[in-house]
Antibody, heavy 115, light 110 residues
Framework: EVQLVESGGTLVQPGGSLKLSCAASGFSVSGSAMHWVRQAPGKGLEWVGRLRSKGKRDATAIAASVKGRFNFTRDESENTFHLEMTSLKIEDTAVYYC??????WGRGTLVTVSS | QSVLIQPPSASGTPGQGVTISCSGSKSNVGANAVRWFQHLPGAAPKLFIHTDDQRPPGVPDRVSGSRSGTSASLAISGLQSEDEGDYYCGVWDDTLNAYVFGPGTKVTVL
């Protein structure tokens, strides 16, 4: 059974950095396209970006709103997918979901950017 | 501001049906397969329809999807109280080189 569990969400100051984790089970994160999607309070779903399966061309695609500040990494030994966020802004406050192929989703982790 | 257009709300009484539209352009709905996502209060988003009209396991056959030109639609018949929630269309945009979601449609069962 595919399961995804996000962690790492917390309160962080504007300009700060944070790393979110998505622990996967039931499949290999290196063998699937993995996505991050977020939902700001009272807003709809916003795609953050994706990392294709290992070896695929154009592996990374990222939303314009976070380009240059967010990055994705994979830890194959831990079967975990990460979202590395820097230069955080107040408008990055959201529940962050990871998803495999946009077909299997975790329950999300809350990131609050505030002073 | 989303590149996809959805109505903000749709409603019906139990047993009735609702249809939600998703309007896009040549670079997204006109070029790529559409997914629909159901997001119920307090739950993780759920893939509801993929590849325009395919239901994942567990999604009832009273749910259907379609795509024609630059528009797609999601239809739910025989409305039940558990259908209340937000529904989003999503599709890859070749110009933006990004996945885009519609703004979402809130379905209310009266």
């Amino acid at each position: 059974e595919v399961q995804l569990v996000e962690s790492g969400g917390t309160l962080v100051q504007p300009g700060g950095s944070l790393k979110l984790s998505c622990a996967a089970s039931g499949f290999s994160v290196s063998g699937s396209a993995m996505h991050w999607v977020r939902q700001a309070p009272g807003k709809g779903l916003e795609w953050v970006g994706r990392l294709r399966s290992k070896g695929k061309r154009d592996a990374t695609a990222i939303a314009a709103s976070v380009k240059g500040r967010f990055n994705f990494t994979r830890d194959e030994s831990e079967n975990t997918f990460h979202l590395e966020m820097t230069s955080l802004k107040i408008e990055d406050t959201a529940v962050y979901y990871c998803a495999r192929l946009l077909g299997w989703w975790g329950r999300g982790t809350l990131v609050t950017v505030s002073s | 501001q989303s590149v996809l257009i959805q109505p903000p709300s749709a409603s019906g009484t139990p047993g009735q049906g609702v249809t939600i539209s998703c309007s896009g352009s040549k670079s997204n709905v006109g070029a790529n397969a559409v997914r629909w996502f159901q997001h119920l209060p307090g739950a993780a988003p759920k893939l509801f329809i993929h590849t325009d009209d395919q239901r994942p396991p567990g999604v009832p056959d009273r749910v259907s999807g379609s795509r024609s030109g630059t528009s797609a639609s999601l239809a739910i018949s025989g409305l039940q109280s558990e259908d209340e929630g937000d529904y989003y269309c999503g599709v890859w945009d070749d110009t933006l080189n990004a996945y885009v979601f519609g703004p979402g449609t809130k379905v209310t069962v009266l």
